[in-house]
C-alpha cells in the first residue's frame, strides 16, 4: 500500500506514519514549508518528504507519481483563540477540499479524513458515528463542513471516503496545555496541579493506538464513512488524573475543585463500528502511555 500523508509532522501524522513503516507501506508525507518538525520522521528509505503549505495543495508537483490512500491530517489555526475565529477555520475547509483534487490527481482511491468529535457538540450519553451531529463551536462546525463536502467530492471523484472522529488522544507529541501535559508539568515542578471536580465521563485514546485505528482503516477494503477514533472504555475523569499522578510517584499533588451543581458533559464513545472495520482492539493501557509522557516531558526521550 502506497499512502500520502498531509500533517505529517503532528502527533496523529506521526503514529500514522510508524504505523505505516512498520507494515512495509511507503509514504509521501507533506509537511510545512520550513517545519522545524522534520526530526519527529523516522529516517526510512520509505518515506518520501514533499514541503508543500496546505494553503497550496492546488499547485503541488505530484512528478507523476501514484498512491492509493490519502490521509489527510492537516488542520490549522488550532489554538484557543483561532479555533472560534470563523475566518480562521474557512481556510481549513477549503484545505480539505483541495486535498481530496490533490488526491484525486495521484490516483488515489481512498480519501480518510481526521475529523472530531466536536462535531457531535454535547452530548449527554455515549456518541456513535451515526449520533446527529450539533456541533456548539467553530471548529466543530468546520470539521462537520470539511466532512460533508470532502464527502461530496469524493462521490464525484468515485473515491471512497472515510471521516474518523477523533476522540481525546494523547502522547508524548501532544500540544503543551493539554490536561497531561499541564498536570505532568506541573508535577515536575512540585506545584499541585489544580482541576475541576473532574466528574464527568472522559475517553483517553494513546496516540499510538490512533495511528493503528487510522492505518487499518486505509487498509481495509470495505471501510466507509464514519468512524469514531477513540478506546473501548470511559470512565471519570478524576480516574484517569489519579492514575496520571499514581504513576508520576508521591510528590505529584493534586488539588480538585468541589463538585459543581451544574452537569458536566463528558465524552463516551462506542467504537464497535470501527472495531469491526479493523479487527482491532486497542491495546495501550493509559498507565503506560502516561509513563512514556512523563519520561519525555522530563527527559525529552520516549521510553
Known amino acids: 500500500m502506497r499512502v500520502v500523508v498531509t500533517g505529517a509532522t503532528s502527533m496523529i501524522g506521526v503514529a500514522l506514519i510508524n504505523e505505516c513503516i512498520a507494515n512495509g507501506c511507503e509514504v509521501l508525507a507533506i509537511v510545512r514549508k520550513g517545519t522545524s518538525r522534520l526530526s519527529r520522521l523516522q529516517n526510512s528509505p520509505l518515506i518520501k518528504i514533499?514541503?508543500?503549505?496546505f494553503d497550496s495543495y492546488d499547485n503541488m508537483n505530484i512528478d507523476d507519481e501514484y498512491y492509493d490512500v490519502f490521509y489527510h491530517i492537516a488542520w490549522g489555526c488550532t489554538s484557543r483563540a483561532e479555533r472560534d475565529f470563523p475566518l480562521a477555520q474557512e481556510n481549513n475547509i477549503r484545505a480539505t477540499l483541495s486535498a481530496v483534487e490533490l488526491a484525486h490527481r495521484l490516483g488515489c482511491k481512498k480519501f480518510i479524513g481526521a475529523g472530531s468529535q466536536a462535531e457531535y457538540g454535547l452530548v449527554d450519553g455515549v456518541i456513535t458515528p451515526d449520533t446527529r451531529p450539533e456541533p456548539i463551536t467553530?471548529?466543530?462546525?468546520?470539521?462537520?463542513?470539511?466532512?460533508?463536502?470532502?464527502?461530496?467530492?469524493?462521490?464525484?471523484?468515485?473515491?471512497?471516503?472515510?471521516?474518523?472522529?477523533?476522540?481525546?488522544?494523547?502522547?508524548?507529541?501532544?500540544?503543551?496545555?493539554?490536561?497531561?501535559?499541564?498536570?505532568?508539568d506541573q508535577f515536575i515542578k512540585e506545584e499541585p496541579a489544580i482541576f475541576s471536580a473532574a466528574t464527568q465521563m472522559w475517553n483517553y485514546l494513546n496516540e499510538k493506538d490512533a495511528g493503528k485505528m487510522f492505518y487499518l482503516l486505509g487498509k481495509s477494503p470495505a471501510a466507509s464513512g464514519i468512524y469514531c477514533i477513540a478506546n473501548q472504555h470511559s470512565m471519570p475523569l478524576r480516574n484517569y488524573i489519579t492514575a496520571l499522578a499514581q504513576e508520576y510517584g508521591n510528590s505529584a499533588k493534586c488539588i480538585f475543585q468541589p463538585p459543581s451543581q451544574e452537569k458536566m458533559i463528558g465524552i463516551q464513545a462506542d467504537i464497535s463500528k470501527t472495531i469491526e472495520a479493523t479487527d482491532y482492539i486497542p491495546t495501550i493501557s493509559f498507565e503506560s502511555g502516561v509513563r512514556e509522557v512523563i519520561a519525555f516531558r522530563k527527559n525529552g526521550v520516549i521510553q
Open 138 to 184: 467553530t471548529y466543530g462546525i468546520a470539521k462537520l463542513s470539511a466532512n460533508m463536502l470532502s464527502r461530496r467530492m469524493c462521490e464525484l471523484y468515485k473515491m471512497t471516503h472515510i471521516w474518523g472522529r477523533i476522540f481525546s488522544v494523547y502522547g508524548t507529541l501532544d500540544n503543551d496545555g493539554t490536561m497531561i501535559n499541564y498536570a505532568v
Open 50 to 53: 514533499k514541503e508543500c503549505d
